[in-house]
C-alpha cells in the first residue's frame, strides 16, 4: 500500500466487495474509514 488515499473502486477491489457494498457502507458511516 502507498500513502495515498484509495479511491472507491480501489476499496472495493482491495476488500473483496461489491461497489455497492462500499457505498452503503459509507451511507451508514459504517466501514473503512476515509
Known amino acids: 500500500m ?10 472495493a477491489d ?5 461497489l455497492q457494498t462500499v457505498y452503503a457502507w459509507r451511507s451508514r458511516g459504517d466501514g473503512p474509514r476515509g
Do not use: N
Not at 488515499?5 to 476499496?11: A, D, Y
Not at 482491495?14 to 461489491?18: E, K, N
Open 14 to 18: 482491495y476488500l473483496g466487495v461489491p
Open 2 to 11: 502507498t500513502d495515498r488515499l484509495l479511491t472507491l473502486p480501489e476499496v
